[in-house]
């Protein structure tokens, strides 16, 4: 079903005609995808959410391109360098999944908002350290603001409707992953501005850090002005009029950890994501110190990788709706899988190259399958649950820290591994974790291997299995009766379904 340009809310308080910029479906979510639109709240959405999410990206991983001067200033060994980079994404491991359930409970502007202030100030801090320790604990702190990639995912799947979601998904936080990238180059320069205006080569990193976390501060108070929850207005007020009633926050929690199609999502996504994590902590050493490059030049170099999030994640989230229109939910699942595999198989190839054109020849096509993965990996995301999308979102997106983690402490913390080697036993785990995908299997629309369920499961039996009759009875289950209507549009022009 599609409206244009106007939606309302069945069975709630209100009788109000509200009227969009875009056309809108039931939900009043938009149908389609205007890139270059700001309207309210669709787009202005996007724009907010993939700009806060870079911001603290580049706040994130801003030390990693200043590396070579900061170990130098701090003493760091290699084990304090292993330990800040396992440091900076294991912290949002947890914070990832807590973000997940506060954007189910009070909303993605507030959650995301509130996240993005709390840990500016471990950016600000970074100029004041004076210890290894110190290091790794303004990286620890800052790393939780990464799980604004959660309330990102879950913003965009509250706005956009299922043909166009994934393209929304990718984009978002393809564009806000770019950070990982920008942050190379930005901070090198950064860096080189300050010491240009007189300051020591010990004094100017630290002024350096003033910059991303000024941005970070900047970003939240644009999402808490100017952003909003769903179409139809923010949790707090419709909370207020009755129009959305509050869940059973521990209904959430069980409903979304039960279900085992979120588990295989984090698992694939700590090897496609939590890769990008890795590569984003190692990248620029690894080719300062292999190639004995200057630090500007291995910073351009590495923020090509991260770069490539500018189309490549994008890319993937468009190719997952793409697939989605001729083969329904298969198709996205086959896209993913394959996309990943290779992605696991370049990865692998990388560590084993020695010449400097050809490493970062690889690495940029690497790039571009272990990225679009990713946006390929939140094509899926939004309709494994939809009372529970906040928690799956957040078990998905943790998933990635997770890996990061793993990948980080196992292959490249220490010397027990060489870089070039960590990199190639990095790709054999990212092809290995991506074979659970075959597992996952949606009884309305079929999976990998088979098609959907002979039992004539429809996709409002799918969704409305997550409430109670007791809930029903209250009408609490009237927006995953709409979101079951319109994701109908997942069975694919090609597949031959039991209800059709």
Known sequence: MEVEGKGGEAGTTTTATRRFALPVDAENKSTTFRLFSVAKPHMRAFHLSWFQFFCCFVSTFAAPPLLPIIRENLNLTATDIGNAGIASVSGSVF???????????????????????????????????????????????????????????????????????????GIAAGWGNLGGGATQLIMPI??????????????????????????QTLSAFAVLLFGQDLPDGDYWAMHKSGEKEKDDVGKVISNGISNYRGWITALAYGYCFGVELTIDNIIAEYFFDRFHLNLQTAGIIAASFGLANFFARPGGGIFSDL???????????????????????????????????????????FSVFVQAACGLTFGVVPFISRRSLGVISGMTGAGGNVGAVLTQLIFFKGSTYSRETGITLMGIMSIACS??????????????????????????????????????A???????????????SERGRASTHPQT
Not at 133 to 162: E, H
Not at 338 to 354: D, E, P, R, S, Y
Not at 460 to 468: N, P, Q, T, V
Not at 474 to 488: D, G, I, M, P, R
Request: proline fraction near 4%; include cysteine.
């Open 474 to 488: 209250k009408n609490l289950h009237l927006a995953s009766q709409k979101f079951a209507e319109t994701s109908v």
């Open 190 to 215: 950064v860096f080189s501005l300050i010491r240009r205006m007189g300051a020591t080569k010990f004094t100017a990193w630290r002024i350096a850090f003033f910059i991303p976390g000024l941005f």
């Open 95 to 169: 914070a990832r999944i807590v973000m997940g359930t506060a954007c189910d409970l009070f909303g993605p502007r507030l959650a995301s908002a509130a996240l993005t202030l709390s840990t500016a100030p471990a950016v600000y801090f970074t100029a004041g350290i004076k210890s290894p320790i110190g290091f790794i604990m303004v990286r620890f702190f800052a790393g939780f603001s990464l799980a604004t990639f959660v309330s990102t995912q879950f913003w965009m799947s509250s706005m956009f409707s299922g043909p166009v979601v994934g393209s929304a998904n």
């Open 323 to 365: 697939m989605a229109r001729r083969f329904g939910m298969r198709g996205r699942l086959w896209a993913w899988w394959i996309v990943q595999t290779l992605g696991g198989v370049l990865c692998a190839f990388l560590g084993q190259i020695h010449s400097l054109t050809w490493s970062i020849v690889v690495m940029l096509i």
């Open 435 to 472: 074979l659970p995908i075959c597992f996952i299997y949606f009884p309305q629309w079929g999976g990998m291997f088979c098609g959907p369920s002979s039992k004539k499961v429809t996709e409002e039996d799918y969704y409305l299995a997550e409430w109670s009759a007791k809930e029903k």
